[in-house]
Nanobody
Framework: QVQLVESGGGSVQAGGSLRLSCAASGARYNRYCMAWFRQAPGKEREGVAAILTSSGSANYADSVKGRFTISQDNAKNTLYLQMNSLKPEDTAFYYC?????????????????????WGQGTQVTVSS
């Protein structure tokens, strides 16, 4: 059973930066898909960025490419999401998720239902 705990959310003005952290524990393997999802009020949960922990291969939603960076610190068992040049449309509840890779589905193609472990989420609010 993998436990995930997010931190680092908050309120910033447009153009600002935030870094989200996701501390993981209980992982038994070194190969997981880990991802950041977000959900704004009245909208579906959407994938923001995903990484395969064994290779560090990362992918991003088009809406955040060039602004967000997903990374991992294996020594600290922590996943990060560095968010720069934030926009009001980035306002959402952000979730960290993890799963063993599913056959035939890459980490960034996997939707919310294909991730098995979730953190409690953290709010990010960007004001104009």
């Amino acid at each position: 059973q993998v436990q995930l705990v997010e931190s680092g959310g908050g309120s910033v003005q447009a153009g600002g930066s935030l870094r989200l952290s996701c501390a993981a524990s209980g992982a038994r393997y070194n190969r997981y898909c880990m991802a950041w999802f977000r959900q704004a009020p009245g909208k579906e949960r959407e994938g923001v960025a995903a990484i395969l922990t064994s290779s560090g291969s990362a992918n991003y939603a088009d809406s955040v490419k060039g602004r967000f960076t997903i990374s991992q610190d294996n020594a600290k068992n922590t996943l990060y999401l560095q968010m720069n040049s934030l926009k009001p449309e980035d306002t959402a509840f952000y979730y960290c998720a993890a799963s063993r890779p599913k056959y035939g589905v890459s980490c960034h193609q996997a939707g919310p239902t294909e991730y098995d472990y979730w953190g409690q989420g953290t709010q990010v609010t960007v004001s104009s």
